[in-house]
C-alpha cells in the first residue's frame, strides 16, 4: 500500500502561478499528475519516470513536474494558469507490480 499526500492547490487568477506537491510513504520511480473537470473524464497532465517527463499538450510550456527522491516527493508547477486549468488535481504513482495508487486530490480554481 502506497500512501500519496497532496498540497498546494487553491485559488489563484488567470495568469497566475501554484506549485502542488506530493508526498509518496516510500520511493516510487513512476509518479505523476491527474486532473478532473466537473463533467469531464479525469485526464493525465504531467508524468515522471526514470528521470523522463512527460506532458499533455495543454500542459506543455506551462507546467513543470520534478522531484525530490529524497523526500519520495513530486511537485507540479503551473504557471500562466487559465480558467480551463480548473479541475480537481490528482496525485498518482504506479508501481512495479503495475499498481496504480492516487492521492486525495486538491481543488485548484483559476478565476478573476
Known amino acids: 500500500q502506497v500512501q500519496l499526500v497532496e498540497s498546494g492547490g487553491g485559488l489563484v487568477q488567470p495568469g497566475g502561478s501554484l506549485r502542488l506537491s506530493c508526498a509518496a510513504s516510500?520511493?516510487?520511480?513512476?509518479m505523476g499528475w491527474y486532473r478532473q473537470a466537473p463533467g469531464k473524464e479525469r485526464e493525465l497532465v504531467a508524468s515522471s519516470r526514470g528521470g523522463r517527463a512527460n506532458y499533455a499538450d495543454s500542459a506543455k510550456g506551462r507546467f513543470t513536474i520534478s522531484r525530490d527522491n529524497g523526500k519520495n516527493t513530486i511537485y507540479l508547477q503551473m504557471n500562466n494558469l487559465k480558467p480551463e486549468d480548473t479541475a480537481v488535481y490528482y496525485c498518482w504513482c504506479r508501481t512495479l507490480l503495475q499498481n496504480d495508487y492516487w492521492g486525495q486530490g486538491t481543488q485548484v480554481t483559476v478565476s478573476s
Open positions: 516510500i520511493n516510487i520511480n513512476t
